[in-house]
């Protein structure tokens, strides 16, 4: 069983900057693939980013360029840095991962743009 618990959204104007944080109970150190997901009021989740056991990283096209994945083993935290946010970009942002044949998500953690 892993636990999930993101942290580090909040209100940010248009242009702004925002550092995600997901601390895991379980070693990120042997998860198979951890990732960012959102979602916005009346629409689906969306895949945002994910980084895999030996480092490879994947991002939403909308995103690339804008929003970094990362992590900490010493920590055991998984980050996603996010610049340049736009009012598209508010949502539910949720911490995902892959560990033990199972898939665990956090509770997720508001971000809202606005000006």
């Known amino acids: 069983q892993v636990q999930l618990v993101e942290s580090g959204g909040g209100l940010v104007q248009p242009g702004g900057s925002l550092r995600l944080s997901c601390a895991a109970s379980?070693?990120?150190?042997?998860?198979?693939?951890m990732g960012w997901y959102r979602q916005a009021p009346g629409t689906q989740r969306e895949f945002l980013a994910s980084i895999t056991i030996d480092g490879r990283t994947n991002y939403r096209d909308s995103v690339k360029g804008r929003f970094t994945i990362s992590r900490d083993y010493a920590k055991n935290t998984l980050f996603l840095q996010m610049n340049t946010l736009k009012l598209e970009d508010t949502a539910v942002y949720y911490c995902?991962?892959?560990w033990g044949g199972g898939t665990y998500r956090g509770q997720g953690t508001q971000v809202t743009v606005s000006s």
């Open positions: 995902n991962a892959v």
């Open positions: 379980g070693t990120i150190r042997d998860m198979n693939v």
